[in-house]
């Protein structure tokens, strides 16, 4: 535009590039080409350790029961820093959610995946995972990475409790520069959405709601967890912005199940929704649900991690969303793992191939995925 202005307008230019350049610098959104910001991984910042947090947190998992069979009821909790309530264990070791050291390692491997998008499990306000949600954010900001929230469902969550939530986290983070919007617009994920029923979603999330969000200063999107077949009407009553899957083991809801994505990606532009089916590298938390294996899925060497992008990337997605950069309990992590050994058990690894292989493996599909 500029070689079209005339030369008496110089100043002019020179005025408004100065204010671009620094009045303007925390409004613009930056972004870098080698990030995908369609891509999006969950991320868990819920660990803990004994140096950073004077406490193990999560490494010493319990095993969870089982909701009919009492066998597992009295199995102890995980000691945490060499036995921890994972399949996997980590390159970096029990490590602290808190250690801005890790956080920076970790967007420097999400960077090196090609991942624009960290989607933080938030537990509310004051919750372990709310305090360092700000360095998290600044850390990824110097790498150009985006942060977004995945709203879990804490005690007895309302549609009410939802906006307090998106509400909070909206005043607290939205004018940083980190702060991840799709199309101009914070996305919120909901996970277990189907809690609430739809006509408290509605209320909300209608533009004539009772308490709606539409037209606010809070206005969203807002992704909805699809899980059984039947949910259409779900989704479209409740007035929500679009879907997604999120469990990595394919074939364990009618969401998750690859051969679906593609209805649910014809489901979603027929309804003006937004689609994000979300894939997994693997799926193995037989050490805290000693009863779940008939939902493991092996890894294969990689092979389950190119079939269900393949798959995602085929149905034409808005967005896809990883599952996950390091929930380590269930084992759908793509953070580095390593090899180790400990009294009778033996982790499982990414051998033959290297620690990072599920980062490197997710830079080649962030490319493929445009």
């Known amino acids: 535009m500029i070689k079209y202005i005339k030369k008496n307008n110089s100043l002019k230019i020179a005025t408004i590039f100065l204010i671009t350049l620094f009045g303007c610098k925390n409004m613009m959104p930056r972004q870098k080409k080698n990030l995908n910001y369609n891509l999006h991984t969950f991320y868990y910042a819920w660990y803990g350790n004994d140096e950073i947090d004077g406490t193990q947190r999560h490494w010493d ?13 009295s199995y102890p909790k995980f000691l945490g820093h060499e036995d921890i309530g994972a399949n996997f264990y980590p390159e970096l070791g029990c490590y602290s959610s808190n250690d801005t050291s890790i956080i920076s390692k970790h967007m420097q491997m999400i960077e090196q995946a090609g991942i624009g998008v960290v989607t933080l499990s938030w ?26 929230f995945h709203l879990e469902p804490i005690n007895n969550r309302s549609s009410e409790m939802v906006v307090e939530m998106m509400n909070y986290i909206i005043n607290m983070h939205g004018k940083h520069r980190a702060f991840y919007r799709f199309e101009g617009k914070p996305l919120f994920y909901v996970y277990d959405s189907y809690h609430i029923s739809k006509y408290d979603w509605a209320s909300i999330l209608k533009p004539k709601g009772l308490n709606t969000i539409r037209g606010t200063e809070i206005d969203s999107y807002v992704i909805g967890l699809w899980v059984h077949e039947k949910e259409s009407d779900f989704f479209i009553d409740g007035g929500f912005d679009g879907i997604y899957t999120y469990f990595a083991s394919d074939g364990f809801t009618f969401g998750s199940s690859s051969k679906n994505w593609q209805f649910l990606s014809n489901w979603a532009k027929n309804n003006n929704k937004i689609f994000i089916p ?12 000693p009863w779940n294996a008939q939902n493991y899925k092996n890894r294969n060497s990689g092979e389950y991690y190119d079939t269900m992008f393949n798959a995602a990337i085929k149905s034409k997605p808005d967005i896809i969303g990883i599952t996950s950069f390091n929930e380590w309990h269930e084992g759908s992590q793509i953070e580095p793992a390593k090899p180790k050994n400990i009294n009778d058990y033996s982790y499982e690894n990414y051998l ?19």
């Not at 850390?139 to 942060?147: L, M, T």
């Open 123 to 148: 537990w509310g306000k004051n919750s372990f995972e709310d305090k360092n949600v700000r360095l998290i954010m600044d850390i990824a900001d110097s790498r150009n990475i985006k942060i977004n």
């Open 352 to 370: 033959p191939h290297d620690n990072n292989y599920y980062l490197l493996r997710t830079k080649t599909w962030a490319n493929r995925f445009k």
């Open 61 to 73: 998992h319990e095993v969870l029961p089982h909701w009919s069979d009492t066998t597992w009821d």
């Open 278 to 289: 979300c894939v997994g590298p693997g799926y193995s938390d037989t050490r805290i649900r």
